[in-house]
């Protein structure tokens, strides 16, 4: 079993739709919880953090956490075809209480935005 | 303005030879990281550096090494050693604490094994 598990898509939603992304962890000590966005050919870019459960905003976007089910998602209100882009999920463990844990990527989902 | 730097974007390299991928940040940030990601995969983790003159193997440090003379700068050697080099090579770098994991992403070096 991967430690962090998305489903790779293509994800095609129409423009104006909700986008939704998800992604499913092993390790229960999971602490903290990313997501980034990647053009084609581009780096990832930070667009959500989550650190405790339940739902965060901000502007179009939205990430729920729910640690019981070792799950976490992102929903894209209003979805433009700017959007369109890879979606990583990152997962946090604490390393042995010190202030760095191993980050690890899930291997993306890939969103398409159709006018 | 504030940022990471990779140089350079491209990187071709004939197999034998060792090739160092150039990464600054002007961030003031603790810790610093090397990912590899190929096609239609996530990120690997190479090695990563927390203070200056220290540094941790990640899942995949076979055939690579790195230094941390600075704090600004974490440059990535790829050996000959390393089999299957040709990949996106990705910096990033982060705070210390609670959001030390909030990484930031450098443009990333692409190399290409001839």
């Known amino acids: 079993q991967k430690e962090v598990e998305q489903n790779s898509g293509p994800l095609s939603v129409p423009e104006g739709a909700i986008a939704s992304l998800n992604c499913t962890y092993s390790d229960r000590v999971s602490q903290s919880f990313f997501w980034y966005r990647q053009y084609s050919g581009k780096s990832p870019e930070l667009i959500m953090s989550i650190y405790s459960n339940g739902d965060k905003e901000d502007g179009r976007f939205t990430a729920q956490l729910n640690k019981a089910s070792q799950y976490v998602s992102l929903l894209i209100r209003d979805s433009q075809p700017s959007d369109s882009a890879t979606y990583l999920c990152a997962v946090r463990v604490a390393a042995g209480g010190t202030s760095y844990g191993k980050l690890t990527f899930g291997q993306g989902t890939i969103l398409t935005v159709h006018p | 303005d504030g940022g990471i730097t990779q140089s350079p974007k491209y990187l071709f390299r004939k197999e034998g030879q060792n090739v160092t991928l150039s990464c600054e940040q002007n961030l003031n940030h603790d810790a610093m990281y090397w990912y590899r990601q190929d096609p239609g995969q996530g990120l690997r983790l190479i090695y990563y550096?927390?203070?200056?003159?220290?540094?941790q193997k990640g899942d995949i440090a076979e055939g690579y090494s790195v230094s941390r003379e600075k704090k600004e700068s974490f440059p990535l050697t790829v050996t000959s050693a390393q089999k299957n080099p040709t990949a996106f090579y990705l910096c990033?770098?982060?705070?210390?604490?609670?959001?030390?994991?909030?990484?930031?992403f450098g443009p990333g070096t692409r190399l290409t094994v001839l």
């Open positions: 550096s927390q203070i200056v003159n220290d540094f």
């Open positions: 990033a770098s982060s705070l210390q604490g609670r959001r030390a994991n909030e990484q930031f």
